[in-house]
């Protein structure tokens, strides 16, 4: 089977349905193991990302968080989200077939805080500076959760 194709076609048969433009398909030992368009606009969910999805529906069927034997085809390169997704569950490789770039005078993807054309420098600035406000509330207590979780994972 061609997988670069079936991630094509997968966005665009979301695409037909009032869907975005993503899709990803998951293989291992040649078989499809999980496959997912972006359902963002369906669900009304900003992290039902394809490459989201995909990643959960792998790693239940298969019983682990690690993907390290598989091959990720995604339809673009990922969103930060996305990224980060690809990252945790380790596969094999993610091969993606078109860029931002490519795509760019054809979809825009802007949120209050997000544009993915300034994201990664926004997320280089200092937590203070980003436009997204956030503020630390600071519990001492929080850190026995960690150190909780330590003593009950010692190996």
Known sequence: ?????????????????????????????????????NLVAQTCDPTAHAEI????????????????????????????????????????????????EDYAPFYKDDRRYFELDTFYAEYAKPIEERRLPMIQKKDESAIKVYQRWQKLNKK
């Open 1 to 37: 089977m061609n997988f670069v194709k079936r991630t094509i076609d997968l966005a665009m048969k979301n695409v037909e349905q009032g869907g975005r433009p993503f899709a990803t398909v998951i293989v291992r030992d040649g078989d499809i193991i999980a496959e997912s368009p």
């Open 53 to 100: 999805l995909a990643v959960r529906e792998a790693c239940k069927k298969l019983g682990t968080e690690h993907l390290t034997d598989c091959d990720i085809y995604i339809l673009a390169s990922p969103c930060p989200m996305c990224l980060g997704s690809l990252y945790y569950c380790s596969p094999k490789q993610v091969i993606y077939i078109t860029t931002r």
